[in-house]
């Protein structure tokens, strides 16, 4: 009986030793290497819990299970810099240490806006704001953002604004306003085509060259719209004709509109150009045409029907090269920059001094 006990003591004691000299680390469902995520934080933004230092995966299964998540040492939060975090993860004395990084920074940067752009809507039709349109930031990645139209009146034509506005969680903030038209009646371009063709046959007779279709219809559109710095960007039929035959106003959306449509009816073969821009930033719409008869290789040009302040070719703005789009580039940088790549060279003879 005492040779029993003592035996059954010793395997008690082997037991507790090898509980307490055992491994004690704890398992993980994934591999601990790919268990963690690099987080960027601000100072004076929102503090990140040990737990958001997981994978999305990880930090489900902790919570399934009720695995501690914990700091090993907490962080600083407040100094500028690039540094290591160690995570420990806990359950019934088992742990498990990974190791993340974080990155701490000032940020002054208020988030981007983009998909943000001119509304257009016919009279009682409903208005949407918000397809297309998303927030993102430089530390928070994608924020939410909210969008003020409470001036838009849908049952009543007119001009209108909305603004776009997204907060960081640090409180940088940016706001994007622009204009909402609504408009009584849709634009086709038949009713376009009623107006422009006794307009068209009296700028040119028989006989007319590309080149001399193209001046004469850069000159019309050049006298007949009056600069004003809002125009609606949704439909080109809508803008020329608002331009031409019902405001005698516009951007340079309701210049280039009203050109390339007239350069459409008149069955000269162009291409559409917008400036490269940042969200926010003010654009630019130009065209290209070709002014080589059908059958021989093509020779472009840029048009732009625009009054541009400055003067210079630019200025006039009909037929001009590559050459000369740079010259004017350097008196105003950037004011047509675009991808040269999506388009073909325009020929290198000077044909507008």
């Known amino acids: 009986m005492k040779r029993t006990m003592g035996l059954t003591l010793l395997l008690c004691l082997l037991a507790l030793f090898l509980f307490c000299c055992g491994d004690r680390t704890l398992e993980l469902p994934t591999d601990s290497a790919a268990s963690t995520v690099d987080l960027r934080v601000a100072i004076n933004g929102e503090v ?97 953002w909210t969008v003020d139209a409470s001036a838009v009146d849908t049952t009543r034509e007119g001009l209108y604004s909305a603004t776009y506005r997204a907060v960081d969680a640090v409180g940088n903030a940016t706001e994007q306003t622009v204009y909402v038209h609504v408009y009584a009646e849709d634009v086709t371009e038949a009713m376009l085509w009623e107006k422009l063709d006794p307009v068209m046959e009296e700028l040119w007779g028989e006989g007319a060259s590309i080149e001399q279709k193209c001046r004469a219809i850069h000159a019309y559109v050049q006298g007949a719209i009056a600069y004003f710095p809002i125009s609606d960007k949704t439909d080109p039929t809508r803008a020329a004709y608002q331009a031409l035959f019902v405001k005698g106003r516009g951007d340079c959306y309701s210049y280039f509109a009203s050109a390339m449509m007239m350069l459409r009816r008149a069955g000269i073969e162009y291409l559409e150009i917008e400036r490269t821009h940042a969200p926010g930033e003010e654009t630019h719409f130009w065209l290209m045409v070709n002014l080589a008869p059908r059958g021989e290789a093509a020779r472009w040009y840029h048009l732009d029907p625009t009054v541009v302040e400055g003067g210079g070719a630019a200025g006039r703005g009909c037929l001009f090269t590559d050459a000369q789009l740079d010259a004017y580039n350097r008196l105003d940088p950037g004011f047509y920059h675009y991808d040269r790549g999506a388009y073909p060279p325009t020929a290198t003879q000077i044909i507008t001094e």
Not at 59 to 83: G, K, M, N, Q, S
Request: hydrophobic fraction near 35%; aromatic fraction near 6%.
């Open 48 to 144: 990140p819990e040990a737990r958001d230092f997981l994978t999305d995966e990880l930090r489900a299964w902790c919570l399934e299970r009720e695995v501690h998540v914990y700091f090993e040492t907490t962080p600083d939060f407040t100094t500028p810099d690039e540094r290591e975090v160690i995570l420990v993860l806990s359950k019934n004395g088992r742990t498990r240490r990974l190791t993340a990084r974080m990155t701490v920074l000032q940020d002054t940067t208020p988030p981007t806006l983009t998909g943000v752009g001119a509304l257009s809507v016919r009279v009682g039709e409903g208005l949407i704001l918000r397809e297309g349109v998303s927030a993102t930031d430089n530390c928070f990645g994608t924020v939410e």
